[in-house]
């Protein structure tokens, strides 16, 4: 295997369209293990993006030492990402993870043991229940647990206590995937599948930087490129990505404008006539708003506010209106920012028109940014009710009251769900006062995070937060508990396309570490909560049991897990739900019939406005009579809450590199990842850098009106205008007065403003101001192998990006400019046994 940090994508195994993607099998072990060394494999997916990636973990001596693709899978055909090859071990084997449960005593963490932690638990919520109600909880969760824990937590929250107050940081990353896919299809649930790569004309990438959130994923469409027949690729993004660089059309489009990028493609699919009539009249309502909307969005009128050219609006429509297989997928650039969800239903308003959808090639995949995201809107961990019910169908709750025993007035109903933005609202105005935390890092990945520390550390609130290390937000709880995690407990995840894994325990976990599952069947039973004849509310002994359970739940919803067991997840590929007697093997295409799950009877949501996020409510929902058809839902374009202006000039946009998940609570722990992007920098485009007199390297001050970072700055080929920071940086590795400043995580600079429907926070858009401070000693240490790569001045006197070293001029000497990614490449290929 090459090196694979400075060669992410790994070897190229070229295909033909509709041909099979070739096994490649990557594996790394520990230093000094060979595979005779292992005692044993055991079963497992990768965690570290939401790909969800089948793996084997090698096992040596009751210890995790290695990991491998798994070839007979049918995501990923044996490969791994780096994220997966070099921080999945070392992610869970770091000698600082939480071993004890910590409680605070004098204003200090001090390790305590079970009983006492779960004690003080248990009596600050019974304490609460009993004063104040229901609604003095809330649970913020993650999008990293398993199927049976979320599933535990939502019955504990939602029947146990029968709060409202239920979300998980998933509403930080795809919530949007799920809200897009309800207001047009009526449920969530991926239409398309990842073979649709195989078998597609082409791709268009909508805000999505696969090459460095799905890296396997882009291996895939890397190998269709590589091919004799290759897709042709459409790319919207305001950064030259490695997508961008690959892509036949890159709509650089300013951050904020995607609605009316959208609108605009729209429209030139209708004027050129590529439209499926008689798939629209058969399928579909709500053509004539969506022509009438769109209209006024000609070429020019989406270049002159997005700031792409005209022509290349109409090229990209083009591509799509003469393919006949265009595969779409959707993530962040979309999804965080502004109308967010009004955008992505375009994404499946333009496959809806041409009647795209439910064929190999044709599909889309409103993307997730964690591997068991889907697991979390799935099980109603968040404000969802189990199996995609709707909460404002009364069925739907009598329906769920009768198989958890408990009366349906238990269930919150009543009103929205509180979304993760209004849960912390809530704690800071002092009406949540018990906040239970999960696997998640708010401390660093919510917007405003100077309001967010002020929110956690408030006596108001007794926060217990539960996780593998002391991370920002751990470090300012009342109770820790310490949890066990991937490898070290048996459970089932479901990743973007459908496909349910199975990861099966490979060792103990450290100390007194327990499973998510574990701690909240404890939570409980001491609580006793029970049903309406009095037995316990949970009776599980074990995960098996829990996912048991939710298989009932499941049963007839749109999700149906009846037929995927244990057993059958052992051994072979993972399986794509709906699985059922209707569908013994799975299903790897939605919508083949075009039939959607719109029925006011069975749909998941009535839906919303989507430009005031205002709710249409079922009895409207039912004159719209959709019988099974797919809604075509508009939008105008609304600008940004926040654009530049007043003295702040720039747009502030955030984003993720190849080499981090996360806040890096996992990936900071692996060597050869934290080597290859080890500290915060920002991007900015050479003609700003000019303006400002900033070379590559040199310190600079970022401001919002709510915070301000300093780093070092990468004269990167991101668009004029716009300013970029991983948002993975916080403060857990930082020197204790360094991190007291609090100018170091990108989320010092985002605003505190959500998309109406989805409510996912908009991270992409915020006005900003820069200043050189200081010159710097040698380039940024941000990746040169990535959208982050620098750029030079090439002969012709224009910017142009490199792979190769920084000349003096802008960073030092050649020598010094190469990243650690390329310096220790050599390294590298030795540790990639």
């Known amino acids: 295997m090459t090196d694979r940090i400075a060669n992410i994508w790994g070897e190229r195994t070229p295909f033909e369209r509709g041909g099979a993607w070739p096994v490649r099998v990557d594996q790394k072990l520990a230093d000094g293990v060979d595979e005779a060394d292992v005692d044993r494999w055991v079963q497992s997916a990768c965690v570290l993006c939401s790909n969800g990636c ?53 204003d200090e963490l001090v390790e305590t043991d079970w009983d006492t932690a779960m004690n003080a638990i248990v009596e600050r919520s019974r304490m609460l229940l009993e004063e104040k109600g229901t609604l003095s909880h809330g649970f913020y969760t993650s999008g990293q647990m398993f199927i049976e824990e979320y599933y535990a937590l939502a019955v504990v929250g939602k029947a146990g206590i029968g709060t409202p107050h239920m979300d998980g940081n998933t509403r930080l990353c795809t919530a949007t995937a799920a809200a897009a896919m309800k207001e047009s299809f009526g449920s969530d649930g991926q239409p398309g599948t990842y073979a649709d790569i195989d078998s597609c004309d082409a791709m268009f990438l909508y805000g999505h930087n696969m090459a460095e959130t799905q890296t396997v994923l882009w291996a895939r469409v890397l190998d269709r490129i590589a091919g004799p027949d290759r897709p042709t690729i459409v790319c919207v993004d305001p950064r030259d990505t490695e997508v961008a660089r690959h892509a036949d059309v890159h709509l650089a489009v300013h951050p904020g404008t995607n609605q009316a990028l959208m609108n605009g493609l729209i429209r030139e699919l209708l004027h050129n006539g590529w439209v499926d009539e008689r798939y629209v009249a058969d399928h579909t ?28 609006v109409r090229r990209a429509v083009r591509i799509f209106g003469e393919s006949e297989r265009v595969l779409s997928t959707v993530l962040q650039g979309f999804y965080q920012s502004s109308q967010a969800t009004a955008a992505s239903c375009q ?12 064929r190999p090639g044709a599909g889309i995949l409103q993307m997730n940014g964690q591997p068991t995201a889907q697991n979390n809107r799935e099980c109603g961990a968040d404000g969802d009710l189990p199996g995609f019910r709707n909460w404002e169908n009364e069925d739907h709750v009598r329906e769920l009251a009768e198989i958890w025993k408990v009366d ?55 926060l217990v937060v539960q996780d593998l290390y002391l991370t920002e937000t751990a470090a300012l709880a009342d109770v820790v508990l310490p949890a066990a995690g991937w490898g070290e407990k048996t459970g089932t995840f479901t990743n973007v396309n459908r496909t349910v894994h199975l990861s099966d325990k490979a060792v103990d976990p450290p100390g007194e570490a327990r499973s998510d599952l574990d701690i909240f069947i404890d939570y409980a039973r001491r609580m006793r909560f029970t049903d309406n004849d009095g037995e316990p509310l949970i009776d599980w002994s074990g995960p098996e049991d829990a996912y048991r359970a939710w298989q009932e739940v499941s049963r007839g919803r749109p999700c149906d897990y009846t037929g995927i067991t244990y057993e059958r997840l052992r051994g072979g590929s993972g399986i794509q739900w709906p699985c059922n007697d209707e569908n ?55 600008p940004p809450h926040e654009d530049p202006g007043d003295g702040y000039p720039y747009r502030f946009t955030t984003g993720r590199t190849a080499y981090h998940f996360h806040t890096r609570t996992k990936t900071a722990r692996s060597r050869q990842l934290n080597r290859a992007a080890p500290k915060m920098w920002v991007e900015i485009s050479p003609m700003d850098a000019e303006k400002l007199g900033v070379s590559e390297g040199d310190h600079v001050r ?30 857990f590795d930082e020197a204790s007065d360094v991190a007291g400043r609090h100018t170091r995580a990108a989320n010092e600079l985002t605003l505190t403003d959500w998309d109406p429907v989805s409510k996912q926070p908009v991270f992409k858009v915020a006005a900003v101001r820069v200043e050189k401070i200081a010159s710097g000693d040698g380039p940024a240490p941000a990746p040169t192998t990535t959208a982050s790569r620098p750029v030079t001045e090439s002969p012709s006197g224009r910017a142009d990006d490199t792979n190769d070293a920084i000349p003096a001029s802008v960073g030092g000497q050649d020598a010094e400019a190469r990243s650690t990614v390329e310096r220790d490449g050599a390294e590298n290929a030795e540790e990639n046994r």
């Open 702 to 731: 970022v401001q919002s009106r709510r915070g301000e970072i300093i780093a070092p700055a990468r004269v990167s080929a991101v668009r004029e205008g716009t300013i970029f920071a991983p948002f993975h940086y916080g403060y």
């Open 54 to 106: 089948a793996c084997d973990i090698a096992v040596k001596d009751g210890t995790m030492v290695g990991i491998r693709g798994r070839s007979v899978d049918l995501v990923n055909r044996g490969r791994l990402g780096p994220k997966g090859l070099f921080g999945s071990i070392p992610g869970m084997t770091s000698p600082d993870r939480l071993t004890s449960p910590l409680i605070r005593v004098n």
């Open 347 to 358: 994404v499946n308003n333009m496959h809806l028109l041409r009647g795209m959808l439910g």
């Open 285 to 312: 309502i709500g053509f004539d708003e969506l022509r009438d909307t769109v209209e006024p969005w000609t070429p020019e009128e989406v270049a002159r506010v997005c700031g792409v050219d005209a022509d290349d």
């Open 584 to 638: 013994p093997d799975g299903r790897e295409r939605l919508y083949h019939d075009g039939v959607f799950p719109t029925e006011s009877e069975y749909c998941e949501s009535f839906g919303h406005d989507l430009l005031t996020g205002a709710t249409v409510g079922e009895q409207a929902f039912r004159a719209l009579e959709t019988h099974g058809r797919a809604l075509l839902k508009p939008s105008d374009y609304a």
């Open 408 to 462: 349906p007035g238990v269930i919150p109903h009543w009103a929205p769900p509180t979304h993760a933005m209004q849960i912390f609202r809530y704690v800071e105005q002092g009406s949540i006062e018990f906040l239970w935390i999960s696997a998640t890092n708010p401390a660093v990945s919510m917007p405003e995070l100077s309001r967010i520390r002020s929110i956690l550390g408030q006596e108001s609130v007794f």
